[in-house]
Antibody, heavy 116, light 108 residues
Framework: QVDLQESGPGLVKPSETLTLICTVS????????WAWIRQPPGKGLEWIGV???????NYNPSLKSRAAISVDTSKSQLSLRLNSVTPAETAVYYC??????????WGQGTLVSVSS | SHVLTQPPSVSVAPGQTATITCGED??????VNWYQQKAGQAPVVAVD???DRPSGIFERFSGSKSGNTATLTIRRVEAGDEADYYC???????????FGGGTKLTVL
């Protein structure tokens, strides 16, 4: 049974960098693909990106190279860095396991507000 | 790029059948997954690309595709089915993932 738990600051200032951690338990993090998805309040889901077994990544082109996903296998943690954030990026951020081609396990999500 | 079009809302009476559509050019040739998201919760897979239901709680749910439309069908709708539903496709050429805009299912 895979369990994912997101953590990070609930508030980030505009133009700064958002950093989130997802702690994975129940499975070997190095054996699967992982992803981040976000959902602005009252709106739909948006795929942010994915990290593969070899550490390579793939991102939503709309993020214009501002996102970076990494895995620390020693800590069983997945991370997301998103720089130069704007208030429009206020959202619930989810980490999820990616089984090409679907997300089969999700964290409970963490709300990040972008505001001065 | 992909644009998956879903109706914003669908309403149905208990015991009836609900259909939620997801439109895109040639979606019939793609793998489509459907997620259910209840208020305040993370999404869960309701029906996957192979029309499998990962959980028995979705036994009344089924997926189909034809031409430019994928459809999620929910038979004998119950009050507990009230939720937002999202379709999702994966582009194997670019490895990009796209979600539909979501459909709010209301049980009257």
């Amino acid at each position: 049974q895979v369990d994912l738990q997101e953590s990070g600051p609930g508030l980030v200032k505009p133009s700064e960098t958002l950093t989130l951690i997802c702690t994975v338990s129940g499975v070997s993090i190095g054996s699967y693909y992982w992803a981040w998805i976000r959902q602005p309040p009252g709106k739909g889901l948006e795929w942010i990106g994915v990290i593969y077994l070899d550490g390579s990544t793939n991102y939503n082109p709309s993020l214009k190279s501002r996102a970076a996903i990494s895995v620390d296998t020693s800590k069983s943690q997945l991370s997301l860095r998103l720089n130069s954030v704007t208030p429009a990026e206020t959202a619930v951020y989810y980490c999820a396991r990616w089984l090409p081609n679907r997300f089969d396990s999700w964290g409970q999500g963490t709300l990040v507000s972008v505001s001065s | 790029s992909h644009v998956l079009t879903q109706p914003p809302s669908v309403s149905v009476a208990p015991g009836q059948t609900a259909t939620i559509t997801c439109g895109e050019d040639n979606i019939g040739s793609r793998s489509v997954n459907w997620y259910q998201q209840k208020a305040g919760q993370a999404p869960v897979v309701a029906v996957d690309e192979d029309d499998d239901r990962p959980s028995g709680i979705f036994e009344r749910f089924s997926g189909s595709k034809s031409g430019n439309t994928a459809t999620l069908t929910i038979r004998r709708v119950e009050a507990g089915d009230e939720a937002d539903y999202y379709c999702q496709v994966w582009d194997s050429r670019t490895d990009h993932v796209v979600f539909g805009g979501g459909t709010k299912l209301t049980v009257l």
